[in-house]
């Protein structure tokens, strides 16, 4: 996740969303290495509570991606911490580390600061949690299936994004899109690092209708692995 949702900033008040997000993990429930069924992702650090909505998200993301003929070549690592930073310097949810080939996913109540002051926060904290692991298995996915690797931010978050919005149930995905006044029309839409980098959230909601659009979404994720996307501006 280069850019996107390392905008995500800590909050300095913990609205209803956060206790609520907290809630979903126990802080005594003990941490362990397990593997998701029916999904080929191994996951460590996690809590009970967590490894289900994990390997939940993992199923999603991959029948997804699936459905486009796109499949992991390997088995999928993840692990859960208390914080995770990205390069950049920010805390973040979530991260794929491609110099690793993990997946880095904060713990459900350690990633309840950083949802509070951000378009997310509309979401039910697992709706939420489970997309941003859906956003960084996605990324791990193309990784492995790249067949030349991407030249810009833009062609990485692309997918990330447009297939972590349609993994929200349909009542929390309009809800967010609303949220984030979407526009509908997004055919001839072209993406590039500069709208990514100063609004990801716009970026995301254009990548989805983009991705969702008459014609075929799945083409689009094919054009990415091949390095051949012209919806993706190349900056100089």
């Keep these: 996740m280069p850019l996107g949702p390392t905008f995500l900033r800590r909050a300095f008040a913990l609205p ?31 809590a009970p509570a967590e490894l289900d909505m994990l390997c939940a998200a993992a199923r999603d993301a991959l029948r997804l991606l699936g459905a486009c003929r796109i499949d992991a070549s390997r088995a999928i690592r993840v692990e859960t911490e208390p914080r995770v930073t990205h390069p950049f310097g920010r805390d ?10 993990v997946v880095r ?4 109540a ?25 956003h960084e298995i ?3 996915v193309m990784a ?9 931010a833009s062609a990485q978050e692309y997918p990330a994004y447009a297939l972590q919005i349609a993994s929200l149930p349909e009542g929390a995905r309009a809800r967010l899109l609303e949220t984030l006044h979407s526009e509908q029309d997004a055919r001839s839409a072209h993406f590039n690092d500069i709208v990514l980098a100063f609004d990801p959230f716009y970026f995301a909601t254009r990548a989805y209708a983009h991705f969702t659009a008459p014609g075929s979404g ?7 692995l091949s390095g051949d996307a012209d919806f993706i501006a190349t900056l100089p």
């Design 16 to 46: 209803a969303f956060v206790i609520s997000l907290a809630s979903l993990l126990a802080p005594s429930e003990p941490r362990a290495e397990g593997r998701c069924a029916e999904a080929p992702v191994e996951v460590s650090g996690a």
């Design 92 to 101: 973040v949810i979530a991260y794929y580390d491609s110099r690793r080939d």
């Design 105 to 108: 996913v904060t713990h459900v």
């Design 110 to 134: 350690d990633a309840a600061a950083l949802v509070a002051d951000t378009p997310y926060r509309v979401l039910a904290p697992e709706d939420f949690y489970r997309s941003m692991v859906v």
């Design 138 to 140: 996605v990324h791990a």
């Design 144 to 152: 492995q299936r790249a067949k030349r690797m991407p030249t810009s």
């Design 218 to 224: 799945c083409a689009r994720l094919h054009a990415l």
